[in-house]
């Protein structure tokens, strides 16, 4: 019998975890019967501040294929999929949300094109952002266009973590040990053949998302800065755009000098000249900050998470 790993990452979700297991045993009978497949159920407890973990120790006690990790504090929704990347033996695994966004109902369609079309990877994607507030939409519909103009890996607009993996696939992500982890770019940097399933947004059964707009924002930088090194590129062309005009404008001034005598005149010039200078210094040394902080981070190896207890 093939084994599929659902791996749920959790961060207070004790109000969806309940309904997410049910509809999840409801789908688990279904591919029993008319795939012949398995499941291993891997709940990662992100450091969550309510019951969850109460929760997930009462479910692996009366359930079997439950098994749930346990982190010391909040890693983020990045490091509890690694973690359970790590510890899925499945022949196939799936990232899951626990609010029921990422609906298990898809999972047969998902299974029948790796089984049986030859696919490596089955993702998906929603089609609409129904739901949500409009100015969020708005940027991350700019994230997605600048990202693709800007990095080599192909990002898609509504990409979900949502996606079903085989062996394969898991052990390539595995091999990619990075501290900063954008596993929306990691799934496409790693390669080989996915299909892609389209969706309607969902809106969450209970509890609310756990992404504000400001983690959003850093999660979009920390994107754009393990992906692409296109913003150093861009520092360096105003740099040099800079210097010539600098350059361009000594001469101008000395050449005025010379032939006509005048008298340098007028410090709104100046004074404009130097701040917009002294902005354009900043701008280009908080870009090259951005990627020496990572730097800094991935040298240190520190590790991607730390496991409290687990079953
Ligand atoms: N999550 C997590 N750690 C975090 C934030 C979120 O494990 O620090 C989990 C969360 O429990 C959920 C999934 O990641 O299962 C997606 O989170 P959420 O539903 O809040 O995000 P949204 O769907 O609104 O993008
Ligand atoms: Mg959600």
Request: glycine share 8%.
């Amino acid at each position: 019998m093939k084994r599929i790993s659902i791996l749920v990452p959790c961060y207070n979700e004790e109000e969806s975890i309940p309904y997410f297991y049910k509809e999840l045993n409801r789908i688990e009978q279904l591919m029993k019967v008319d795939n012949g497949v398995e499941f291993e159920k891997i709940f990662v407890n992100d450091g969550s501040k309510d019951g969850t973990l109460n929760i997930l120790k009462e479910l692996s006690s009366s359930d079997s294929t439950v098994k749930y990790i346990s982190f010391s504090r909040n890693f983020g929704k990045e490091a509890a999929i690694y973690a359970g990347l790590q510890n899925a033996t499945g022949d196939y695994v799936v990232i899951m949300d626990a609010d029921l966004q990422d609906p298990p109902a898809l999972l047969p369609e998902m299974y029948h094109a790796i089984d049986s079309e030859g696919y490596d990877s089955v993702a998906t994607r929603r089609v609409t952002r129904k739901g949500e507030p409009p100015i969020r939409s708005f940027f991350a519909r700019m994230f997605y266009k600048i990202m693709n103009k800007i990095s080599q890996t192909d990002l898609v607009d509504g990409a979900r973590d949502y996606r079903l993996m085989n062996r394969k696939f898991v052990n390539a992500l595995l091999q990619l040990e990075e501290y900063n982890r954008f596993s929306k770019g990691l799934f496409g940097w790693v390669g080989f053949k996915t299909k892609w399933i389209e969706f309607e947004n969902v809106e969450r059964i209970a509890g609310e998302t756990k992404w504000s707009f400001y983690k959003l924002l850093i999660y979009a930088i920390e994107g754009i800065v393990a992906f692409s090194t296109m913003p150093l590129v861009i520092a360096t062309v105003i740099g040099v755009i800079c210097c010539v005009l600098a350059l361009t404008g000594t001469g101008f001034i000395v050449l005025r000098k010379i032939l006509f005598d005048d008298p340098v005149q007028g410090w709104a010039s100046t004074v404009t000249l130097l701040l917009s200078i002294g902005g354009v210094q900043l701008l280009c040394a908080g870009i090259l900050g951005q990627y020496i902080a990572k730097i800094y981070l991935e040298v240190k190896k520190r590790p991607i998470y730390i496991i409290a207890e687990k079953n």
